[in-house]
C-alpha cells in the first residue's frame, strides 16, 4: 500500500512537472549509460541543462536524485542516484549548456525493459535490463507497459546497436576553420573559398571520463582562389593545410568565472602542390592559448594568437617568414545565434602587415530563413595565396555565403 501510494504521488509530481515545463523544466534532458544492462550494473545518468532564458542564469544540479523504477502495474523500486562531482553553482551564458552526471546501481531484482522516473522531473527514460552477458537481446524489445494514468512523454532509445562505421566517422568529424564561398570585383571577378575540417582520433565514453589523449585531431584545411574573368576560369592558387595536432576548448575554467582557457598546439603542413618554379610549402610548429570571455548576455570574445616556429620551409620560398611574421595575431567576438566578427593582423619585416576581418550573420534570422551565414571578409596585405606571398594584394572586399563562422 505504501509503495502504491508513493506511486500515485510520483505520478502527480510528474503532471505538476508538466504543467511548469516550459518555465522551470524545459531546458533539461537526462539520459542514461548504457542503454542496456545487468542486475546490480552501475550506471550514468546525465542532465544537460540549456539556458533558453534572454540572460545568463546560474544552474545548480542536486546531488541526489531519486529513482522510481516501474517493476508492474502500480508496482516499482526506489533508488538514489549520486552527483559524480560537487561544484558551486554553474554560470550558463544565454543558449550556452551545462553538464551533470549521477551514479546509481541497477535493482538486483529488476528484469526487461524498465522505465524509470526522476522525481520532480517531467521525463521518463528506459533502461533494457538483461539477466547475464549471453543473453543480451537480439531481437526487438516488447512494448513497455506504462502506469494507469501515466503521463505522454518521449523516452530515451534502448537499442543496444554498434554505430556504424559511417556514425563512427560523423561523430568524430567536426568544422575547424571558418568555411565559406565569396565573391569580389576588385581587380576583376574572382572567388574565394575555404573548406575546414579536424577529426577526433579517440573519442571519450563521456565528458566526464575525457583523459589527456581524447584531444589528438587531425585537421584539413584548403583555400583557393578562383579567376572567373578568364574563358577557362582557373585557380589562381590553392592551399593544403593538413595539421596533427593537441586541442581542448576549456583546458580551465571556473564556474564563478565569466572566463576560460583553452590551448591548440600542433604541426601543421602548407603545400599549393605544384612543382618547379610555382612550387611552395612549408612546415611549422605553432602554439596557440585561448583566453574566452562570455558577457551576461551570452556574448562571447576570444584571443587566440598563434605563435609559429618554422621548420624545413622549401628553398622555393626560403623568405616567407619575412612577408608573414611568426605570430598571427585573432581576435573573435560572437553573439548567441547572432552576430560573428573576427579580425586577424599579421606583421613581417620592413612594415609588412597584413589585415583580414570577417563579419557573419545568420542566415535563419534573415527572410530566407536558411541554414548558414551571409559573409562578408576584408583583406589586405600579403599571403592571400601561397604562390604569390611576396606581393601586397589590393585591398579586397567580398560578399558570399559561410556554412560556419
Request: proline share 7%; hydrophobic share 35%; charged share 15%.
Amino acid at each position: 500500500m505504501r509503495l502504491t501510494l508513493r506511486f500515485l504521488c510520483l505520478q502527480f509530481i510528474l503532471l505538476l512537472g508538466l504543467c511548469i515545463h516550459s518555465t522551470l523544466y524545459a531546458a533539461v534532458n537526462f539520459s542514461i549509460e548504457p542503454a542496456q544492462a545487468q542486475p546490480n550494473d552501475s550506471i550514468t545518468l546525465r542532465a544537460i541543462y540549456i539556458n533558453t532564458k534572454d540572460e545568463a542564469t546560474q544552474w545548480e544540479p542536486p546531488t541526489q536524485l531519486e529513482l522510481y523504477w516501474h517493476t508492474g502495474p502500480n508496482t516499482g523500486l526506489t533508488t538514489q542516484a549520486t552527483i559524480t562531482q560537487i561544484e558551486p553553482p554553474r554560470l550558463v551564458p544565454v543558449n550556452g549548456f551545462a553538464i551533470a552526471e549521477w551514479h546509481s546501481t541497477v535493482p538486483a531484482d529488476a528484469s526487461g525493459i524498465q522505465t524509470i522516473a526522476i522525481e520532480g522531473i517531467p521525463q521518463l527514460i528506459a533502461l533494457d535490463i538483461v539477466p547475464g552477458p549471453s543473453q543480451l537481446a537480439s531481437s526487438p524489445p516488447s512494448e513497455a507497459v506504462a502506469p494507469q494514468d501515466a503521463p505522454t512523454v518521449t523516452a530515451t532509445s534502448v537499442a543496444a546497436t554498434e554505430p556504424t562505421a559511417f556514425e563512427q566517422v560523423r561523430n568524430a568529424l567536426s568544422v575547424y576553420e571558418p568555411m565559406y564561398f565569396l565573391y569580389g570585383t576588385r581587380p576583376e571577378q574572382h572567388a574565394r573559398f575555404q573548406l575546414s575540417f579536424k577529426y577526433r582520433l579517440l573519442s571519450p565514453s563521456s565528458l566526464a571520463n575525457s583523459r589527456f589523449y581524447h584531444h589528438f585531431y587531425l585537421g584539413y584545411t584548403q583555400r583557393a582562389l578562383w579567376d572567373l574573368s578568364q574563358d577557362s576560369i582557373p585557380f589562381v592558387d590553392s592551399t593544403y593545410n593538413p595539421s596533427f595536432f593537441w586541442y581542448k576548448e576549456k583546458l580551465w575554467e571556473s564556474a564563478s568565472q565569466p572566463f576560460y582557457l583553452g590551448l591548440n598546439a600542433g604541426v601543421e603542413h602548407e603545400s599549393n602542390g605544384k612543382s618547379g618554379a610555382s612550387s611552395r610549402s612549408l612546415n611549422d610548429f605553432y602554439l596557440q592559448p585561448e583566453l574566452n570571455y562570455t558577457f551576461d548576455n551570452g556574448s562571447n570574445l576570444r584571443f587566440m594568437p598563434r605563435i609559429k616556429h618554422y621548420v624545413g620551409v622549401s628553398s622555393d620560398n626560403p623568405d616567407y617568414k619575412d612577408y608573414m611574421g611568426f605570430v598571427n595575431w585573432r581576435l573573435r567576438w560572437q553573439q548567441a545565434n547572432g552576430l560573428s566578427i573576427m579580425g586577424s593582423y599579421q606583421q613581417g619585416k620592413q612594415g609588412r602587415r597584413t589585415h583580414q576581418l570577417d563579419v557573419a550573420w545568420p542566415l535563419k534570422r534573415t527572410p530566407l530563413n536558411l541554414n548558414g551565414y551571409l559573409y562578408a571578409q576584408y583583406f589586405n596585405g600579403y599571403g592571400e595565396t601561397l604562390l604569390h606571398y611576396s606581393q601586397r594584394a589590393q585591398s579586397q572586399v567580398r560578399f558570399g555565403i559561410a556554412l560556419t563562422p
